[in-house]
């Protein structure tokens, strides 16, 4: 099985590329960006050296789905999918802020509150809670986008404070990331899940606020099955989830977490084909449908160029 991990693509009207962790994105006239969802995969801030199959087509195909599923919450930047591993939309000018909203305290928000954390970007949190315990509510934990290296944590007053985001906006941007969070529970139980935290990012584009990016993938999400999460939660046992943290393990088992030092350990080819087949699991448990493995024996370039342009001609 053939994967997508770097591109190098000429269309109507490109004016530049952004090639990010996993996801390339290119500007068109100024006013339309083609992202590209690559079959990269990252952990830790870095790129894994091996591609998994289908993982493009995959997050851009959820990410579809659920930005249509929440556009009655608040306008997005999608257009047109003309190619399953492709989203073309509106150019937005992106906040330098990454909005991470929590339903359950676990992952890195466990390991800081296990050291002994109790203020986490300025939210205060509870004494004596339990690892995959539900907050009392949602808390939005948000962190400063960085090009390269460390997204780092930052709270609410110095986003403001800064000059990061307005005030008028912040707000704005708060009272989405509740209202999608709520949706994207109630679309995770339907299918037997919880939607145990997530990321959403936002922009503006003729001075309106908009949801870029994508949504509710297991790249930006973290699901847990709902079935069995009381009685596990009860007996400290680790809980069975769907998401990208699995790989993180993984790498963690394997001496890796990108600290000075530490080698990455061999992606094997089965390895790979593994973490396809957990992405696609998430597909069908997420979205309730069969996933449809696209052909990846083909040229996924030629193809790539050859739908956008088709769809960005057809614009014109």
């Not at 009207?13 to 390339?24: E, F, I, M, N």
């Not at 990331?177 to 935290?197: H, M, P």
């Not at 870029?212 to 009685?231: K, L, M, N, V």
Request: hydrophobic share 35%; proline share 4%; with cysteine.
């Amino acid at each position: 099985m053939k994967a997508l991990t770097t591109t190098n693509f000429h269309f109507p009207g490109q004016k530049s590329v952004y090639h990010g962790k996993v996801r390339d994105v290119y500007d068109i006239d100024g006013d339309l960006l083609v992202m590209v969802a690559t079959d990269r995969i990252s952990a830790f801030d870095v790129i894994l050296p091996k591609g998994i199959p289908f993982k493009g087509q995959i997050l851009n195909q959820i990410a579809a789905k659920m930005l249509d599923s929440t556009s009655d919450i608040c306008p997005n930047w999608k257009l047109g999918t003309p190619d399953p591993m492709v989203t073309v939309g509106l150019r937005c000018e992106g906040f330098r802020v990454e909005m991470i909203i929590r339903g359950i305290l676990t992952g890195s928000a466990w390991r800081a509150y296990e050291e002994g954390c109790r203020e986490l970007c300025g939210v205060r949190l509870p004494d004596g809670m339990r690892e995959n315990e539900r907050f009392p509510e949602p808390i939005i934990t948000p962190t400063t986008k960085a090009d390269e290296g460390h997204d780092m944590n930052i709270s609410r007053e110095e986003i403001i404070s800064t000059g990061l985001v307005n005030a008028e906006d912040y707000a704005v941007m708060e009272e989405y990331t509740r209202k999608l969070f709520a949706r994207g529970q109630e679309i995770a139980a339907q299918r037997g899940l919880i939607l145990v935290d997530t990321k959403y990012e936002f922009g503006k584009h003729d001075g309106k606020v908009y949801l870029i990016d994508e949504i509710h993938t297991p790249d930006s999400s973290r699901y847990f099955y709902a079935d069995g999460y009381e009685e596990r939660f009860a007996k400290g046992e680790p809980q069975r989830q769907l998401s990208k943290e699995f790989v993180r393990q993984w790498l963690i088992e394997h001496d890796f977490m990108n600290e000075p030092g530490q080698t990455m350990p061999e992606i094997t080819d089965a390895y790979a084909e593994s973490v396809s087949d957990r992405y696609i699991e998430l597909y069908e448990h997420i979205t309730g449908e069969k996933f449809l493995k696209d052909d990846h024996a083909s040229d996924l370039s030629a193809r790539i160029e050859k739908n956008v342009s088709n769809y960005l001609s057809q614009r014109q």
